[in-house]
């Protein structure tokens, strides 16, 4: 039973991991991002899995993981509704909440919407797609789920052999897109402006399903990813915002918004993530072990 933001963080952290690790790799559009680290400036649109595979097997393999992700998606907007309903105060009828319990309360949209900071009506979105997904789910966790070979929609059936709307496979990632954006939101204690602009442009991507009214954000409101590298300098790792948001601008001047992704130089694999517009500009030192609030780890 979620109750808190610790047990959300704590009960969602390897599906998080997946999310922000794999999706990446197999959007078939990729994630727009300009990379900045040394003294590259390397705008990318796209992004493969492996150089050495054909184009084709590449594509394969993305639809392949594609209904992964959703699986992993669902899992922490079940466990984000889990958390709104126990922080409103509507109790299950049984010790656990039953999958059927949350579907009917989304429908009705239903539990504290506090627990993610956002607008009724966003929030109303967002569980529906989670109730309407209810049975692609149970395909993909009960193996009778099925990837169409051509366009790597995830098909199936639901409890009375009736076929499923498909999941397309842009759907399937808009569905890890907005999956992350919310986890986001709750471990930080709400969501922003900018991130719900964000959400909303991935819930209108699932409109097929929602069947709700769209919000019309366009896909402007998406952030480019701008990946950099700590320095070291004395000892001390040092980021450098100098001129950064200023070449990001000229390769991408229709962006309002840049998220910055970047590499910690000790072997361990770690990355930071910041807002471009929070970070102070020129040079910043960085004490891994207390962040500035405008600074988290990936």
Not at 208 to 236: D, K, R, W, Y
Not at 267 to 283: V, Y
Request: aromatic share 8%.
């Amino acid at each position: 039973m979620i109750n808190t933001r610790q047990e959300f963080e704590q009960s969602t952290a390897f599906e998080l991991y997946i999310l922000e690790t794999v999706r990446p790799a197999i959007g078939k559009n990729g994630d727009a991002s300009i990379d900045l680290r040394g003294s590259k400036t390397v705008a990318v649109v796209n992004m493969s899995i492996i150089d050495n595979l054909s184009e084709a097997s590449v594509g394969k393999l993305k639809d392949a993981f594609a209904p992964l992700l959703f699986g992993a998606a669902w899992k922490v907007i079940d466990l984000l509704l889990e958390f709104a309903l126990n922080k409103g105060n509507l109790p299950s009828t049984r010790r656990y909440w039953t999958i059927e319990e949350k579907q009917q309360h989304a429908l009705n949209g239903s539990g504290d919407t506090t627990v993610l900071g956002c607008s009724k009506t966003v929030w109303n979105t967002l569980l529906r797609i989670y109730a309407v997904t209810v049975e692609h789910r149970h395909c993909l966790v009960h193996r009778t789920a099925a990837v169409d070979a051509t366009s790597g929609a995830l098909e199936g059936v639901d409890r009375n052999n009736q076929p499923l709307k498909p999941l397309s496979h842009d759907e399937q990632i808009a569905f890890a897109k907005l999956a992350s954006l919310v986890a986001a939101a709750v471990n930080k204690g709400g969501m922003d402006r900018r991130s719900e602009d964000h959400l909303k442009y991935y819930l209108d991507q699932l409109a097929n399903h929602s069947c709700m009214q769209t919000f019309g954000v366009g896909g402007a409101s998406t952030p480019v990813t701008i990946p950099l590298s700590l320095s070291s300098e004395n000892g001390a790792f040092v980021l450098d915002m100098t001129d950064v948001l200023e070449r990001a601008r000229k390769t991408f001047p229709t962006v309002p918004h840049f998220d910055m992704l970047i590499d910690v130089p000790d072997g361990s694999g770690r990355r930071l993530f910041a807002k471009a517009e929070d970070c102070p500009t020129g040079e910043s030192t960085i004490d891994l072990k207390t962040l500035p609030q405008w600074l988290e780890f990936r």
